[in-house]
């Protein structure tokens, strides 16, 4: 059974192309799947989670943020502040989906800066 996690805004976002579907966790977890939509063409794309919370990461950061990560609880560093801006704790140890969460969370807050 499939679960989305991330939503297609943040998927074009980190991969810099348009998500025409939302993605999905497919094969236990291993594989991440989403249709991409790239100059005209479909296609679906296959990457692995941890690869995609790599690129979460590397995003926020081009973004002026820090993901920092340990066991249970997670954190948003803003870099132009210098300071710890969120945090979350009691999650799932080590999980892709704290990554995805977190840089939701930077999305959100950077789109509600442009309003």
């Known amino acids: 059974?499939?679960?989305?996690?991330?939503?297609?805004?943040?998927?074009?976002?980190?991969?810099?192309?348009?998500?025409y579907s939302a993605s999905k966790w497919i094969d236990n977890k291993i594989a991440y799947s989403t249709i991409m939509?790239?100059?005209?063409?479909?296609?679906?794309?296959?990457?692995?989670?941890?690869?995609?919370?790599h690129k979460c990461?590397?995003?926020?950061?081009?973004?002026?943020?820090d993901i920092g990560e340990e066991a249970t609880r997670i954190e948003i560093y803003d870099r132009n502040e210098c300071k710890i801006i969120h945090?979350?704790?009691?999650?799932?140890?080590?999980?892709?989906?704290n990554i995805f969460k977190?840089?939701?969370?930077i999305l959100d807050k950077?789109?509600?800066?442009k309003k």
Do not use: C, R
Not at 57 to 65: F, P, S, T, V
Not at 110 to 113: G, Y
């Open 57 to 65: 990461k590397e995003w926020a950061y081009d973004k002026g943020y």
């Open 37 to 53: 939509k790239t100059k005209d063409k479909m296609k679906d794309n296959f990457i692995n989670i941890h690869e995609l919370a």
């Open 1 to 19: 059974m499939s679960k989305h996690i991330i939503s297609k805004e943040l998927i074009s976002e980190v991969l810099g192309a348009d998500a």
């Open 102 to 105: 977190a840089s939701q969370w």
């Open 87 to 97: 945090y979350e704790t009691k999650l799932k140890p080590f999980n892709p989906e």
């Open 110 to 113: 950077i789109e509600s800066e």
